[in-house]
Structure formats: structure tokens, C-alpha cells
């Protein structure tokens, strides 16, 4: 045998059993941090160097791409070779793979296109109205999120009960209509490639006995998360091999909502009766003050399997919690510690700001945008560079500059009125030809007849909705132009026909935008007069500000990939991970546990076991953040601290507040005592504006000649310097 000890350099005893145990089934089953993933990768190393597996017989799954090529790294780091022929992925990359290879034996034809949600949901649509059924009464969102768990439960139109049930039955004809399409179509949706990969192994013994053979060990990382159809098809692969080795923690399950189901857990010990179960308890990665406190969480959720985690890496500081004044004050406070994390010599990417939903994430971009400290979304998009933001921002592109191509293009068929690629090819073609605008190509071809009469129809409602909103815009502020782009664009009922997840995170990115606009403040870079006002003439319209504000924040100041950066992700992202630094922010009820979930005790316990995860990302010391009062998706609340905070032990915790401040009473809630230094203002005072009223300090900036605050006047909030604006203290 060659020097294997390395490989079991570091690990603990229960660990060691788990990489260097005799060939055969087992369960990892621990708590987070305990070393699940590392035994995973040691084990494979082992397999390979100790027992002389070829990387080429080891399939090992994980839940992202990312994941997965962390995995291989890590072997090969620790192999010292590379790692050719290795099968390492997601479910949905494996089973995609075996169907590519075998598309006839899965009855699919060779170019068998993949539909993403997207898509899969504009074709359920069309074979809705192909039935002519009443597209309001059976939204094609519900008919794919229908057609979707059936799948995920393995189940084919002709395994579902024909039942007298008007929604069952309804349903039924839908799943089997998009079925006949999907395969006159050859295309296969997401849920259809795990499924058919499942239906390949029972259809074909001898391919299915190929990968039996060839596969002498399987294994799976993050097991809690996998739901029927994967189990099923990782059940039949295995086989009697006995070589299937999973590890999870039912405390980390957070995918129920697409299918997970944590009972596989215990199904496996039930379906492989000869395998051995392993628990670890010794946590490597958090101190004692965060597991404790995700240990008293998670403790408030039902029917666990139950494990204890403990670790020797001492008590380390207790967490601490903030509360911000608003969301802005909130943003400020994270980004204060994160200048102070950076000036003590950290990486910038040891930091992490963890959130609920992605629409969280403006307010926090924006602070440290401002600070010009770079971060990365991992996992998804900057806000201004999210699909609906853009086209949003296209259209008021368009009202400001007709002539601006790009956003021409960008929105002329989105939402799609009918104008083809076609229309769009001439109009392209006849602007190029003629040096001009698209905007003015496509008025010429309209008012001469040079386009098909359908084409020319839908341009011309095209551009004479565009000259509307310009002139409605005239009288409005910008968040109204927000409003009116969103509402009269067609946009928001576009993406609430798409329904989901997905959806549902657009609207909400929609309904942040107008906050955005509300809270926009455009005289940052301008000369102020009297008033504290930016001269008229000198400055750009709020809508121009607005859009070149946007177009930095999206581009310009883009982290690269190897920069050192703050990591941004939401919770569910953040799967798997570890960092020194993690902040939880937003932690209110409604937001935290998400308001759509307070309801219901299953889903609530899904959203304790996600902030399980979330404490549990933190090494050395985290953060829990959360907002008074919290503008977001364009409406001011003001939300009760999360429940989740008040069920972490109370011993762990530590309330920070801004130095030397003063907490004073109102009755309605506590407002932090943000004096405006050299100036005998504060947060939260009611103040008197010639012009514009009585209002409330909002939120401050700077210090005496130069100090500026935001007022919430009836009219809506501004920013006014101090020394210019003449403000009475009222009260
Ligand atoms: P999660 O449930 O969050 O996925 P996990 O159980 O997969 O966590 P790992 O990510 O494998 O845990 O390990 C957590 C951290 O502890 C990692 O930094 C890992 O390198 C370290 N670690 C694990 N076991 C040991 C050990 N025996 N000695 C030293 N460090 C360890
Ligand atoms: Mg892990």
C-alpha cells in the first residue's frame, strides 16, 4: 500500500472511520461544521490512493457547479495529481450527462434542448391556450408548479389517478398535452431530466448494469436536500453494491419548498439495512457563542433527529446584535465594521453579509458602493444588473433619450408585443442604412408603410407608449415614473405570470426599485443654493441622475473575480460555506422569517433551520442586524425584530448601539439619538422647511458646515445641507 497517511492527518476518530472504513453503505449524519464535506473528499482520496479505485469508478454528487469543482480541487490537492474521468456534479449535470450519452435508449432525440424555468413556463402557457382553456382560471405558474412536483414525486400522467377532481383532472390534461409537446418539441425541463434518467435505469437493465459495474463507489454530499425522484434514481444505481455513502444534517434541510425531503434520511437507514451510521459532534468551524446560539435555535424545531455539537475552539466573543434606525443606518452599521475588520488586516473576502431575499441587497450595494469597498453577489446578480431592473431602467432610458439604441433594443419586444426578430432585423438594417436612430428607423418605416402591417401595428403602439410615458413624466417624480414604467410597461403582470420563486424575487426587485427611487439622492456631486437645494440649471434631471447612477453601480465598479471582495449571498446560497466574519442582516419578522411562512409550522421550521445555516456559516464572530423602520419593495414598515433572535439563548448575546449615543423613548419605537456632530440636530427630531414643511430627520451625513440630513416631509424625503437650509427644530 502507498503512504496513505496524509489522508488521515487531521481528522478525528469517528472521521477516520467514516474515510478509511471497509467498503459499504454508511450515513454521515451531523451537525453543521462537523466535517461532513471534508470527510466526503477525504474519503475519495482514500478510495483512490488506499483501496486503487480509478477516479473514473467514483460518482460523487454535490448541490452546485461551484461545489463540485471545490470538491475536485481539494482531492487533487490532496492526490497531488490530477483527477481525469472523475464523475463529479449536481444531480440535474449527472443525470443530463447519462442522458447525452443514451438519448435513444431515454427515447429523447439527439438534440434534445434543456428548457429552463423561463421557457418551460411560456410552453406550458401556449399548450394552456392550445386547450382553450381559460388562461385566468388555469395560470400556466400553477399548471408548472403542479406539473413539476409530479414529477419530483416520479410520477407520469398515466401513474396519476383519474380522479373527479376539476383541478386534479384539469391538471392531468395539461401535464399530458406539455408532455406530447415537450417531445414532438424534443425539449426536457429540468424536473424531466432526473426523472427520465430515473425511468433509463428501470427501462434498461443492461445500461443500468453498464453504470452498476462501473461505479464501485457513490457518494453524496448535503443528502437533507434531495427529494424522491433523485433518491429513487441514486437508490437503483447503487443497487446491491453496497457502496452508497450520503452525508447530511435534517437540521439543514431547506429545500422543501422545491421537493426536499429530509425523510430520505431515515428511508436510507430503511433501505440499506446494512449500512452504518456515523455522527460527528465535534464542530471545527464557529466558536462556542455561535453554536450555542444555533444550537438553542434550532432546538425549537420538532421532530430532529437530534444531535449535539460541540467544539474546543473556546467561547470567542458573544454575538452581537444591532439595531439600525432604518435600513440605510443598518447598511451603515455593516459597512463600519467592515472597515474595521479590513483595518485590522483581514481579507475583505473573509466577510460575508448574509440575507433572506435577494431584494435586500440594494441598500447594502449602495453603502458599499459609496465606501468603494468592492463585493461580489455570489450566486446571483448585482440589483442594477438583474434582467427586470434593466428593463425598467431601458424605459426610462428611452423617455430621457429616445435615441439611445441599447435600450431601444432592449425593450421593443419586452414584454413581447409581437414584434418579431424579423421587424427588429429591418429596423436595424434601415438605421444602419441610414445613419440613424433605431427610434427613428422604426417611426419611418411605420409612417411609410415599409413594414408588414402586423409589425407595423406593434411598432407603432411601441413608440407611441414610449412618447406617452414621456409626457406623463413631466409632472411626476421619479419614483412616480418608477411606478408608471413598471404598471404601464406591462412588466409587473409579465413577471407575475411567471410565477415561482423566480417571480415572485423579480416583483420584489420591481417594488425595490421605486424604493430606490424614493430614497434616491441626486444632489450628492452638485453646488447647493440657498435652500440646500441644487441650482436648476446646472443639474441633470432626478432621471438622468438616476440612470447614470444606475449604470455605475451596475458596471464600473464590478469586483473582478480575483479581486479580494465582501462576499453577498442569501442564505440558501450560502449553503456549505464558512466565514471568519458573517453578518445576518434583516432580521424581522416578515422579512425574517419570510411573511409567507409565518402561517404555516412546516414552512416556519423550514425558515428556522435556514437561519440555523446562517449562524452556522460563522467562524469567529457574526452579527445579527435588523431595522426599526425598513423601506423595501417601495413601502415603509416598520417590523418587530425577528423571532428568531428571541429564541437564541440570551447569554450569548450582546446589544451594540453607535458610540455614545443616547437610546431616547418615543412612544412608538426607540430611535437611536444620532446627533448631527457641530450641528444641534438628531436623528429622529421634527423639523420646520420653509418651503416644504414639517418633517423627521431621517438620516445624516457629514459634520457641521458640510452636515447634511434627509427629511421626510409629507411631500416625500430630501436631502438638504444644514447650513444652507434653515431648518426650525420643532417640539
Ligand atoms: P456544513 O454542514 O456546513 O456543510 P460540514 O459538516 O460539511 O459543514 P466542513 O465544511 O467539512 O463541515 O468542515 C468545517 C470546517 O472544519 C472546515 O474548515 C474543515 O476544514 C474543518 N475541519 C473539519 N474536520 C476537521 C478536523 N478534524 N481538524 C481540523 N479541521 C477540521
Ligand atoms: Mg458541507
Known amino acids: 500500500m502507498m503512504d496513505v497517511s496524509n489522508l488521515l492527518d487531521n481528522l478525528n476518530e469517528p472521521q477516520r472511520e467514516c474515510v478509511a472504513g471497509p467498503k459499504g453503505s454508511s450515513l ?55 483527477l481525469r474521468g472523475m464523475w463529479v456534479g449536481t444531480f440535474h449535470g449527472i443525470a443530463h450527462r447519462i442522458l447525452r450519452a443514451h438519448y435513444e435508449d431515454a427515447g429523447l432525440q439527439r438534440d434534445f434542448q434543456i428548457l429552463d424555468s423561463d421557457d418551460q413556463i411560456r410552453l406550458v402557457k401556449r399548450v394552456i391556450l392550445s386547450l382553450d382553456l381559460d388562461e385566468k382560471k388555469w395560470p400556466a405558474r400553477q399548471a408548472t408548479w403542479w406539473i413539476n412536483s409530479q414529477k419530483d414525486e416520479g410520477l407520469r ?52 448494469k453498464h453504470y452498476q459495474n462501473r461505479f464501485s463507489a457513490l457518494l453524496v454530499d448535503e443528502f437533507q436536500d434531495t427529494n424522491s425522484v433523485q433518491y429513487a434514481w441514486l437508490r437503483v444505481l447503487a443497487g446491491n ?41 465535534q464542530n471545527y468551524r464557529s466558536t462556542s457563542n455561535i453554536l450555542k446560539a444555533a444550537n438553542g435555535l434550532i432546538d425549537q424545531n420538532f421532530g430532529r433527529l437530534g444531535k449535539e455539537l460541540w467544539t474546543d475552539l473556546g467561547d ?13 443606518d443598518e447598511a451603515r452599521y455593516i459597512v463600519d465594521r467592515i472597515k474595521d475588520w479590513i483595518s485590522q488586516g483581514n481579507m475583505r473576502s473573509e466577510a460575508a453579509i448574509l440575507y433572506r431575499s435577494n431584494a435586500q441587497s440594494r441598500v447594502l450595494e449602495e453603502v458599499l458602493l459609496r465606501s468603494q469597498i468592492p463585493y461580489k ?86 413608440l407611441d407608449f414610449v412618447v406617452l410615458l414621456t409626457k406623463k413624466s413631466e409632472q411626476l417624480d421619479l419614483e412616480e415614473i418608477v411606478e408608471l414604467v413598471v404598471r404601464e410597461s406591462g412588466l409587473k403582470e409579465y413577471h407575475m405570470k411567471e410565477g415561482g420563486e423566480r417571480g415572485q424575487a423579480r416583483l420584489e426587485n420591481l417594488a425595490e426599485l421605486v424604493t430606490a427611487a424614493q430614497t434616491f439622492d441626486p444632489s450628492f456631486e452638485y453646488l447647493l443654493d440657498d435652500d440646500g437645494l441644487e441650482p436648476e440649471e446646472s443639474r441633470l434631471s432626478d432621471l438622468e441622475e438616476f440612470l447614470s ?25 450560502a449553503k456549505g460555506l464558512e466565514f471568519p466574519l458573517v453578518f445576518l442582516a434583516g432580521m424581522e419578522d416578515g422579512l425574517f422569517p ?106 445624516y451625513e457629514g459634520n457641521g458646515t458640510s452636515a447634511r440630513v434627509q427629511v421626510n416631509f409629507n411631500s416625500g424625503s430630501k436631502w438638504l445641507v444644514v447650513a444652507y437650509a434653515n431648518l426650525k427644530a420643532v417640539g
Request: charged share 25%.
Open 28 to 82: 454521515v449524519l451531523a451537525g453543521a461544521g462537523s466535517g461532513k464535506t471534508r470527510v466526503l473528499v477525504h474519503r475519495i482520496a482514500w478510495l483512490i490512493k488506499a483501496e486503487g479505485i480509478s477516479p473514473f469508478s467514483i460518482l460523487a454528487v454535490t448541490f452546485t457547479n461551484k461545489a463540485a469543482s471545490e470538491m475536485r480541487a481539494r482531492i487533487e490537492d490532496l492526490l497531488g495529481s490530477s
Open 157 to 208: 400522467p398515466k401513474n396519476i389517478e383519474h380522479m373527479d377532481d376539476l383541478y386534479l383532472k384539469t391538471h392531468l390534461v395539461i401535464y399530458t398535452a406539455y408532455e406530447d409537446a415537450c417531445l414532438r418539441g424534443g425539449m426536457v425541463d429540468f424536473a424531466e431530466l432526473l426523472l427520465r434518467a430515473h425511468e433509463l435505469w428501470l427501462k434498461k437493465p443492461e445500461l443500468l
Open 241 to 281: 453494491n453496497d457502496n452508497l455513502m450520503v452525508v447530511g444534517d435534517d437540521d439543514q434541510s431547506i429545500y422543501g419548498w422545491r421537493g426536499a425531503k429530509i425523510e430520505n434520511i431515515q428511508q436510507f437507514s430503511k433501505d440499506f439495512p446494512q449500512s452504518n451510521t456515523i455522527r460527528l459532534e
Open 316 to 328: 470567542g466573543e458573544p454575538l452581537n446584535l444591532f439595531a439600525g434606525f432604518n435600513e440605510i
Open 377 to 462: 453577489i455570489y450566486g446571483g446578480q448585482r440589483f442594477f444588473e438583474r434582467m427586470e431592473i434593466k428593463n425598467v431602467l431601458a424605459y426610462m432610458r428611452l423617455i430621457s433619450q429616445p435615441h439611445s439604441d441599447s435600450a431601444f433594443e432592449r425593450v421593443v419586444n419586452t414584454p413581447p408585443r409581437g414584434i418579431g426578430s424579423k421587424s427588429v432585423d429591418e429596423i436595424r438594417g434601415f438605421a444602419r442604412g441610414n445613419n440613424i436612430s433605431l427610434w427613428d428607423a422604426s417611426q419611418r418605416l411605420v409612417e411609410n408603410n415599409f413594414l408588414s402591417a402586423r409589425a407595423s401595428n406593434s411598432v407603432r403602439g411601441f
Open 549 to 573: 447612477h444606475a449604470s455605475l453601480e451596475a458596471g464600473e465598479q464590478q469586483a473582478g473575480d480575483s479581486e479580494d471582495c465582501i462576499q453577498m449571498m442569501t442564505m440558501h446560497s
Open 594 to 699: 419570510h411573511t409567507m411562512s409565518m402561517e404555516e409550522p412546516g414552512r416556519l421550521e423550514e425558515e428556522r433551520r435556514l437561519c440555523y445555516v446562517g449562524i452556522t456559516r460563522a467562524m469567529r464572530k457574526l452579527y445579527l442586524t435588523y431595522a426599526e423602520s425598513r423601506r423595501i419593495h417601495g413601502n415603509e414598515t416598520m417590523n418587530r425584530p425577528s423571532r428568531f433572535i428571541s429564541e437564541i439563548p440570551e447569554e450569548v448575546l450582546k446589544e451594540v448601539r453607535m458610540n455614545n449615543t443616547v437610546v431616547l423613548n418615543t412612544p412608538k419605537r426607540k430611535i437611536r439619538d444620532g446627533a448631527v456632530d457641530g450641528t444641534d440636530l438628531r436623528l429622529g427630531q421634527r423639523v420646520i422647511h420653509e418651503k416644504f414643511g414639517e418633517g423627521v430627520i431621517l438620516n
